[in-house]
T-cell receptor, first 114, second 115 residues
């Protein structure tokens, strides 16, 4: 049973459209993350948050933006989608302060921009 | 800086063969944690195991086993008697007690098990 939910699971959208990928977790985790996974498999951290009203950019520059108004919700927005944004987007969360814990991942959103 | 290297991009085996996925890591920290995740075709990442830097005991869970060797900075993963359902991408990851507690992933190894 998933404790972190991503919607939609699949999305095909036209160039120039604005989209929001949803991510919600029920575990009360303060830390949340967005990863972009290219077809070559590698995972790239694009955004993370340490808690409400905290957002940071990750290792890979991304044109997307995120917000963290509530602990359980960490949506990702693309203001104007382009074909280069086609990818899988994975959301994750983790226990605060403890490196011994891994991340819990959502099922991902496969985005295709045509 | 920390880094995780999975040199094997893709491995193909026939069902019932044993297969080992290699993972080499770099970190200056003395306290750190190593992880393996499985990503089946459905896309989600599934946690398999966590190992801390002070525990070098190997672990076995069913057909899965892990060999942690600090001397060579390796944390290899072996699947015994592989099955088609083992086909997936496997990620090794490293996390340490810095301010961010970030998880650093290797590039992944795609395992294909053929019937």
């Amino acid at each position: 049973e998933a404790d972190i939910y991503q919607t939609p699971r699949y999305l095909v959208i036209g160039t120039g459209k604005k989209i929001t990928l949803e991510c919600s977790q029920t575990m009360g985790h303060d830390k949340m993350y967005w990863y972009q996974q290219d077809p070559g498999m590698e995972l790239h951290l694009i955004h993370y948050s340490y808690g409400v009203n905290s957002t940071e950019k990750g290792d890979l520059s991304s044109e997307s933006t995120v917000s963290r108004i509530r602990t359980e919700h960490f949506p990702l927005t693309l203001e104007s989608a382009r074909p280069s944004h086609t990818s899988q987007y994975l959301c994750a969360s983790s226990e605060p302060g403890q490196a011994s814990y891994g991340y819990t991942f959502g099922s991902g959103t496969r985005l295709t921009v045509v | 800086a920390q880094k995780v290297t999975q040199a094997q991009t893709e491995i193909s085996v026939v069902e019932k063969e044993d297969v080992t996925l290699d993972c080499v890591y770099e970190t200056r920290d003395t306290t750190y944690y190593l992880f393996w995740y499985k990503q089946p075709p459905s896309g989600e990442l599934v946690f398999l195991i966590r190992r801390n830097s002070f525990d070098e005991q190997n672990e076995i869970s069913g057909r899965y086993s892990w060999n942690f060797q600090k001397s060579t900075s390796s944390f290899n993963f072996t699947i015994t008697a592989s099955q088609v359902v083992d086909s997936a991408v496997y990620f090794c990851a490293l996390r340490y007690n810095n301010a961010g507690n970030m998880l650093t992933f290797g590039g992944g190894t795609r395992l294909m098990v053929k019937p």
